[in-house]
Nanobody, 125 residues
Framework: QVQLVESGGGLVQAGDSLRLSCAAS????????MGWFRQAPGKEREFVAA????????DYADSVKGRFTIYRDNAKNTVYLQMNSLKSEDTAVYYC??????????????????WGQGTQVTVSS
């Protein structure tokens, strides 16, 4: 079992930056691939970014490529999402998730076994 807790959300203006954190506890965090997803009001939850357990491979949704960076610190059991040049369309609840395989960067939420409770990001234009 892995417990995930997101933090770092808030209200920012368009063009600002924000860094989300996801702290993991429980079973070995370093063996898991990690992903970030988001859900805007009235929309389906969507993939944002993912990273393998060694941090060698990453993947991003087209909508955030070049603006968002996912990275992790296995010594701190934490995965981060650095978000730059934020847009109003980035407004959503952001969730981190853990994939036990460790080797893939999965865009499908069905492949993730553990989820955090989410953190709200609101970008005003």
């Amino acid at each position: 079992q892995v417990q995930l807790v997101e933090s770092g959300g808030g209200l920012v203006q368009a063009g600002d930056s924000l860094r989300l954190s996801c702290a993991a506890s429980g079973r070995s965090f370093s063996g898991y691939s990690m992903g970030w997803f988001r859900q805007a009001p009235g929309k389906e939850r969507e993939f944002v970014a993912a990273i393998t357990w060694r941090g060698v491979r990453t993947d991003y949704a087209d909508s955030v490529k070049g603006r968002f960076t996912i990275y992790r610190d296995n010594a701190k059991n934490t995965v981060y999402l650095q978000m730059n040049s934020l847009k109003s369309e980035d407004t959503a609840v952001y969730y981190c998730a853990a994939d036990p395989t460790g080797w893939r960067v999965a865009g499908s939420e069905d492949l993730y076994s553990y989820w955090g409770q989410g953190t709200q990001v609101t970008v005003s234009s």
